[in-house]
């Protein structure tokens, strides 16, 4: 049966013994078996790709980190692990976990050092623009809503996006090449082209413990024995349709599901069937990638209502996901000047709902309601005047007068804009990464990091660049360490 | 363990042995017992409460059913399937269960005649009134957002909330007590003052089947045999904090829980035991009862940012869900005129936030950005006069100029105004109430109603009084007729 635990007494051969099986090798999955491996365990890696990388490999890989790590430090920057731990609570909302959060605020500095100690580059400069992804080689950039109301009010803003030193949108090969040295040169045991079953039990029930793998592999079942335990490092569920219609349907119409394509939620539901427990199964990220160019940040967005509903400053995700709960249609307003390098630049692909010599002109070809869009506009531009976004406190640095000749870009999902999105629920996993059952206490023998897992990062709203992928090299680091040092009795 | 499953083989003795063990004696295990007994099978009822009617019997017990009921027709009410479908639905957004809302829809006017069959009371008459709950013992009310936008533009509005004829809000303990004379009519083993504690299978793993029930009653652990199965009908986990921490976070702050105290999500727990799948269970009912007094509704409300969020003649469900989204404060703003009786007829206990005999008196005393009140009340009151609500599309049956006096209501989360809510998610069931498991298939001898199942009711933003009683009692009805009628093997 599909992801259904075997009984270990049914295991007719073992065709792996080992100390610790890590089901995916990704970001997460690669500093498990590190880590692990470094803490004394023998380790197998069990990957359903041809090589390594999962979606870590596909991503910008910024790594989002603070507190003071040696870049900031370097930099210039002040950061303190009180503001990393407050935005990261603020603006995961109520479900952000307190104790997960603290680990990783608290352990930012030592963790950007153990990545660098693994050779991963990272050079100590600033990218000073407002961009989605570094597409030079320098370190620090503000990679989420850090600088943007209402987070700027309340903690103390530090770019924490750490790009790695390599030209053009290039960290997650970079990322994934010196992972997979590192791994190789501690004689992990990797199976690629391996594709995990089910977990096996010493038992069935409350009692259970998770003691192996079944796998496919050269068109056979195997079994792996896990002597300390099996970490679940596959990746969150976005390319599983029938999951996403399940827990977060949302995410179906209109949006483009980004990662790799075993991303099926393949360790989360292992994790279930053995009783662990999912929670925030819902959210995810879901973003409008409207920069590059900046510029369109001069814009304003508004709603059906012709009505303004953010802080356009704002990170591209907290965007997204405000967007999609308003009124339809949504434009993007802004000066014909910035529109700038649009066509080229950009990732947004929205088209243009309409230009205009005049508001007039640019309002008969939007359908918003008679006059609204004009009044919006009126207090907007009386805001740049006064220097102060009244509405929405967009940073000063970004009011500029909204003025003819216009353009509107049309934002409504299903009209062109790309939504892209991954999910954000998984596990239920201790600090250490040790999987909570139902019943609230963990699974012998079963870990889960990543994407599996619900780490940090809890909510599209909130999210910012690099948190995936720092979490998930955090996450699997500290599972890897757990479950080689775990006492199996 | 709590909540895991027990072996069959481990029962020393059996306390019962009947063929259905529902548990929980609300509304949708009565209409369960009915069922199966009606079905030809013999039933036990496990109930931790010292008498019946859980959470239906504190509540208002409308019913919402359409399609074409016998007392929609006989006061006038032409209510097709398909627009009780669409609204369905449409008001329960991406993750409605078609097959569900489908035989909702369709067997709408049946479920209807069943239970007054059974002398449940409706009289063929309708409440006009825009009103919360009935307080009269007309029948017939409007207890969604059917005749608001969006909903009224696309599905021909009916009432479908279906009260008892009964005096006061008394429709909940007059149901329970009809449901509990038609269970003991029908010589149903019923079990107070028992707590279910674990579901017995007859071996652990993916081969399992439910096959009875572990409760402690009399202080004693005892075990129930159930030859066909176990119907879960424990209710929602609104009165469980750690549930809720753990899946639905945003309801522990200022908001009230409401329901019985035994709604634990025990039963999801024992659904959840034995790999059952829990789907949507971030969603709930959230509401601001801000009616009666019905003429609120001639106000609007304003957020942070001065700007209005919603059409006021919507669902008062609908307007707290909405609400809480927003940037804070938010104000009901009316004219004192319309005031009304709201001190002595409220549910909102929303404190007065200012008072004016003028505008500029009024906004003196709110913490809105300068202007922006001014301008929203200029435009409302504009469309007002042009008898159309070219925002947000309020029917013009609400539409009347905001003039001085005026007065402000706090509606800030924590300012005192009351929200009210309950979960929405639970086990993932057929349609025939078949709890599915996390791979997809269902649990042999397992089923689920109400609100520990994940039902027709979806979304706190869509929701309609009336739709948790009668999907209650509507899949309690079919999962104890299925359960009967299945064959064991």
Redesign the interface.
């Known amino acids: 049966?599909?992801?259904?635990?075997v009984?270990a007494s049914e295991v007719s051969s073992w065709h792996g013994d080992t100390d610790v099986v890590i089901v995916g090798f990704g970001g997460a999955g690669a500093c498990a078996a590190i880590a692990a491996s470094d803490a004394g365990a023998r380790v197998t890696i069990i990957e359903a790709a041809s090589a390594s990388g999962g979606s870590t490999a596909l991503s910008s890989a910024e790594i989002y980190l603070g507190g003071g790590t040696a870049i900031q430090k370097a930099v210039g920057y002040d950061d303190s692990i009180d503001d990393v731990y407050g935005y990261l609570m603020d603006s995961n909302?109520?479900?952000a976990d307190p104790g997960k959060v603290r680990a990783y605020a608290e352990g930012g500095a030592a963790h950007l050092d153990w990545l660098m100690s693994l050779g991963v580059p990272f050079k100590p400069t600033e990218l000073k623009e407002r961009a989605m992804m570094a597409l030079t080689d320098d370190c620090l950039l503000y990679t989420g809503s850090e600088k943007a109301w209402p987070y700027s009010a309340r903690y103390k803003p530090a770019p924490r996006g750490h790009n790695l030193e390599v030209e053009g949108d290039n960290g997650g090969p970079l990322l994934t090449r010196i992972l997979l040295e590192q791994v190789e040169k501690r004689d992990v045991d990797v199976h690629y082209d391996t594709r995990a079953l089910n977990l096996i039990v010493d038992?069935?029930?409350?009692q259970?413990q998770v003691v192996g793998l079944t796998v496919r592999q050269d068109m056979e079942e195997r079994a792996f024995r896990a002597r300390k335990g099996v970490v679940l490092c596959a990746g969150g569920f976005i390319m599983n349709e029938?999951m996403v219609q399940?827990?977060c349907?949302?995410f179906?119409?209109n949006k483009t599901p980004i990662g790799n394509p075993n991303d099926t939620g393949s360790g989360i539901?292992m994790g279930?069937?053995v009783?662990g427990?999912a929670?925030?199964?819902?959210?995810g990220f879901l973003s409008l990638p409207f920069y590059p160019p900046a510029t369109l940040t001069y814009g304003i967005f508004v709603n059906g209502?012709?009505?303004?509903f953010v802080n356009e400053d704002a990170y591209h995700g907290r965007i997204g996901s405000f967007l999609v709960?308003q009124t339809f249609p949504v434009y993007l307003v802004l000066n014909v000047d910035d529109y700038g390098n649009y066509e080229t630049e950009s990732w947004l692909q929205a088209p243009v709902a309409a230009t205009g010599e005049t508001l007039d002109e640019l309002v008969s070809e939007l359908k918003l309601?008679?006059?609204?869009l004009e009044?919006t506009l009126a207090?907007y531009n009386q805001d740049v005047d006064a220097e102060a976004d009244?509405?929405?406190h967009k940073d000063a640095a970004w009011l500029k007068p909204i003025e003819a000749p216009y353009v509107a870009l049309d934002c409504t999902p299903g009209a062109g804009a790309f939504f892209p999105c991954f999910t954000l629920g998984g596990l239920?996993t201790t600090v250490e990464g040790a999987v909570h059952s139902?019943?609230?206490?963990n699974i012998p023998g079963l870990y889960a990091a990543g994407r599996t897992a619900c780490g940090v990062p809890r909510r599209g709203d909130g999210y910012a660049s690099g948190s995936s992928v720092g979490d998930a090299t955090f996450s699997g680091r500290v599972a890897g360490n757990a479950v080689a040092n775990r006492e199996v009795v």
């Open positions: 049966m599909p992801f259904a635990p009984l909302g109520p479900q038992q069935h029930g409350p259970q029938t399940a827990y349907p949302q179906l119409d539901q279930l069937s009783g427990r929670i925030n199964m819902h959210e209502q012709g009505q303004r709960d309601p008679p006059g609204q009044l207090r009244s509405l929405f239920d139902v019943a609230g206490d």
